[in-house]
T-cell receptor, first 114, second 117 residues
Framework: EAQVTQNPRYLITVTGKKLTVTCSQN?????MSWYRQDPGLGLRQIYY???????DKGDVPEGYKVSRKEKRNFPLILESPSPNQTSLYFC?????????????FGQGTRLTVV | AQSVTQLDSHVSVSEGTPVLLRCNYS??????LFWYVQHPNKGLQLLLK??????LVKGINGFEAEFKKSETSFHLTKPSAHMSDAAEYFC???????????????FGTGTQLKVEL
């Protein structure tokens, strides 16, 4: 089954403790991205990757890192999480960067930083 | 620059009555527009997309949307609501990234649809 898989689904952590949220897709997609969803703000892009070893900042990249060592994986790293990073995070992938291409989303990771 | 405005944060309808979720966009280029649905504790699923072919776009689960360039709108409709339609709906416009290539999705703030018996 074609899918984007995120782990964990739920995470509670303390301020400053490094964490990684994994994302994997099995569709051989070139393009992957991370979003955060906050009430009343919709989804905002954090980082994106157009291919292996090619990543770039989205609209809200501060406090986050990513890597793309393999085509299928695109982990999101919070080196020193803070409470303002409490949010619902989504990983997405698409076949290409063409404007008409559909994005496929993971089921989300709800992160709470205390 | 591109942007999208969803005019209602909450919409409530009775089962069997029509659904209208409103979306207006702003785009410097000919846009691609999408509607995604998010059911509770689920990821986002594509309902339909407009890509400059037919202006009336049919999607899954009986939803459709009409692209109206003169009104810069892309409203989502369904003739008869079902309880299973209760979810959050996002209107999305793609925007070109002129430096670095690729495109980005710009999301509206979402419309929560409630369906009552």
């Amino acid at each position: 089954e074609a899918q984007v898989t995120q782990n964990p689904r739920y995470l509670i952590t303390v301020t400053g403790k490094k964490l990684t949220v994994t994302c994997s897709q099995n569709m051989n997609h070139e393009y992957m991205s991370w979003y955060r969803q906050d009430p009343g703000l919709g989804l905002r892009q954090i980082y994106y990757s157009m291919n292996v070893e090619v990543t770039d900042k989205g609209d809200v990249p501060e406090g986050y890192k990513v890597s793309r060592k393999e085509k299928r994986n695109f982990p999101l790293i919070l080196e020193s999480p803070s409470p303002n990073q409490t949010s619902l995070y989504f990983c997405a992938s698409s076949l290409s960067t063409a404007m008409t291409t559909e994005a496929f989303f993971g089921q989300g990771t709800r992160l709470t930083v205390v | 620059a591109q942007s999208v405005t969803q005019l209602d944060s909450h919409v409530s309808v009775s089962e069997g009555t029509p659904v209208l979720l409103r979306c207006n966009y702003s785009s410097s280029y000919s846009p691609s527009l999408f509607w995604y649905v998010q059911h509770p504790n689920k990821g986002l699923q594509l309902l339909l997309k407009y890509t400059s072919a037919a202006t009336l776009v049919k999607g899954i689960n009986g939803f459709e949307a009409e692209f109206k360039k003169s009104e810069t709108s892309f409203h989502l409709t369904k003739p008869s609501a079902h309880m299973s339609d209760a979810a959050e709906y996002f209107c999305v416009v793609t925007r070109l990234v002129l430096t670095g290539g690729g495109n980005k999705l710009t999301f509206g703030t979402g419309t929560q649809l409630k369906v009552e018996l």
